[in-house]
């Protein structure tokens, strides 16, 4: 059913030409924001529209387009509310100026160790004191990997018969990055 649901997905994009390209790029741009659907769907579907190397790089700029536009929508028109609500609680100061210091750092290391969601990353950066650029360039660099390892396991699901071997692998490395991930979610938000 998933494996239906990505070439579903992509043969409905490219029924309808250019324009399904577009769209199937923009979708990147929509989950990015809104995570309607896991993003290996999607990477998967923009894999088989525009083959592999074309649909990773489709699904990393749009990927990181979608979380600088998400960014700064969430700075612009929510960070002085979440800055008021905050101030009332002083522990939180602390990881504000930890942010506000070391911001790219977190940003890169969050990108690529998925400790939280993307979308929140997104969001967090934005009404916390992250600086746009390190917010910028942490994203640009951390989610390579992670988009690059995204990509490829939907390129591999669709060819499993090919690519078993190398898929089991992609899921173990995936795998590994979620419990490392949740070890450091764990020990972070317990203290």
Known sequence: MFLWNIRHLS????SFGWYGHVVGALLVVLQ??????????VAG??????????GFIVNYIFSCLGAIIAFF????????????????????EVINEKLERHGLLYILLSRVIPVVPSFAINLISAV???RRRDFIIGSIIGKFPMIWLES?????LLHFHKYKGRLLILVGIFLITLLIG????KKWFTK
Not at 32 to 41: K, L, Q, S
């Open 45 to 54: 579907a923009n894999v088989l529209l525009f083959g592999f190397w074309g």
């Open 128 to 130: 916390l004191k992250v």
């Open 73 to 92: 929508v969430a700075r612009n028109y929510g960070q002085t509310w979440v800055q008021n609500k905050l101030s009332k609680y002083s522990h939180l």
């Open 182 to 185: 949740n070890y450091y979610k």
């Open 32 to 41: 990015t924001i809104v995570p309607f659907v896991p993003f290996v769907v």
């Open 152 to 156: 490829m396991i939907g390129h591999d």
């Open 11 to 14: 043969d409905e994009l490219n």
